[in-house]
């Protein structure tokens, strides 16, 4: 081999290397300063108790704070396009609730586009919804609530936290499998839905586990299914609603996004973190207690998810003719 052909070999092999070498050094360097991790919802709820637990996580094993920015409004929009918008260097990431496979169809104009600027970190964790009734409803059951329901069409109530919101979907899948008829009442948010739930104001609501479950546990609510095809530890007792409505399932579900364009390195480094978390006790035993089930999952695996919820919800949002809140 010539001297010259050798020498451009080398210098071929470093510039294919030099990437990679660059992406190590991007990875060992992150995170050098706090990172921001957008929640597109008011503090106190299910998207903040999750970002809060996975960003303590993170803190403690990556060594800088891992900060929960909350960036309410447009059923979690604003929160996304701040993302969108921030510098694809790992230090703005968001937590992506499952609202984010709702709202590609619910919303006719956004300013971006979900799956195509937003790149999947890691998958975290599901989130049952659970069918909860005030005492002096007069179903036990879920068969008994669909009899009810039949019988008195468009007089049961059904609180949501607001038009495309994961109570208001599940809901809404339920009405379409079911084949029943209830009048949804949007909140603006699951707080006052559920005060109104717990005062007897409305009948029905499919609201999420996180600050939800202790209602059923003390009697202050009836549970009578939760929408996961399995039971949930967290209540014992209370049927998958697939025991009754074949094929219902209707779990929110949280992971971790980044702007698209974010190093393969830093995502990479993310995941293995994040994944890290579901083998601690303390970390599992957390999720337990609000309700949540360990879903970890590779960039790749969170990325089809959203694919395939966003498919699935779409369908729900055009049956329904679901309009997203003015």
């Known amino acids: 081999m010539s001297v010259a052909r050798r020498g451009f070999l080398q210098l071929a092999t470093g510039?294919?290397?030099?990437?990679?070498?660059?992406?190590?050094?991007?990875?060992?360097?992150?995170?050098?300063?706090?990172?921001?991790?957008?929640?597109?919802?008011?503090?106190?709820?299910?998207?903040?108790?999750?970002?809060?637990l996975i960003g303590q996580w993170l803190s403690e094993r990556l060594g800088q704070q891992f900060v929960i920015d909350n960036r309410p409004g447009a059923?979690?929009?604003?929160?996304?396009?701040?993302?969108?918008?921030?510098?694809?260097?790992?230090?703005?990431l968001l937590l992506v609730p499952s609202s984010a496979a709702v709202n590609a169809t619910l919303y006719e104009k956004l300013s971006f586009n979900f799956i195509r600027d937003i790149a999947p970190v890691?998958?975290?964790i599901g989130v049952p919804n659970v069918m909860y009734v005030h005492p002096s409803f007069p179903a036990n059951t879920v068969p008994e609530f669909i009899a009810h329901a039949k019988a008195n069409p468009g007089k049961v109530n059904m609180a949501s936290g607001g038009h495309g919101s994961s109570s208001h979907m599940a809901g809404e899948l339920f009405k379409m499998m079911a084949a029943v008829n209830l009048t949804h009442v949007p909140y603006r948010g699951n707080a006052p839905a559920f005060s109104d739930l717990l005062g007897?104001?409305?009948?029905?609501?499919?609201a999420t586990t996180p600050g939800t479950i202790d209602y059923a546990k003390t009697g202050r609510l009836r549970a009578l299914a939760v929408t996961t095809t399995s039971p949930l530890e967290a209540l014992p007792g209370v049927p998958p609603m697939a025991q009754f409505v074949p094929g219902y399932e209707a779990s929110q579900w949280y992971g971790i996004g980044a702007p698209r364009g974010t190093p393969p390195d830093i995502i990479q480094l993310l995941n293995k973190e994040i994944v890290a978390g579901f083998a601690d006790a303390t970390m599992k035993s957390r999720l337990a207690n609000v309700g949540g089930i360990a879903t970890p999952m590779s960039a790749a695996e969170f990325g089809k998810l959203i694919a395939e919820e966003t498919e699935k919800w779409g369908k729900v949002v055009k049956f329904a003719g679901i309009k997203a809140e003015n």
């Open 200 to 206: 007897g104001q409305v009948h029905v609501n499919f």
């Open 15 to 52: 510039v294919v290397a030099w990437p990679a070498l660059m992406g190590v050094a991007v990875a060992q360097a992150y995170p050098s300063r706090p990172v921001r991790l957008i929640v597109g919802a008011p503090a106190g709820g299910g998207n903040d108790i999750v970002a809060r």
């Open 75 to 92: 059923g979690t929009n604003i929160g996304t396009e701040t993302v969108v918008r921030s510098p694809p260097d790992g230090y703005t």
């Open 122 to 124: 890691a998958g975290l």
